[in-house]
């Protein structure tokens, strides 16, 4: 968690602590994707670990 939490703030998205996301309903659905694609980018870079 403490590596996805720095991976997204370093990406322009704080998490809260202990989340692994944070939806709000004012989000639009550019913002949705953009944290999809975050999360996209964290586990290409974590391939080691995950098997991808």
Not at 18 to 46: K, N, Q
């Amino acid at each position: 968690m403490k590596e996805l939490g720095r991976f997204f703030a370093e990406n322009g998205i704080i998490l809260p602590y202990g989340a692994a996301a944070s939806i709000s309903t004012p989000m639009t659905r550019a913002d949705a994707e953009f944290i999809v694609e975050v999360f996209v980018g964290f586990l290409d870079s974590h391939q080691d670990i995950f098997g991808r």
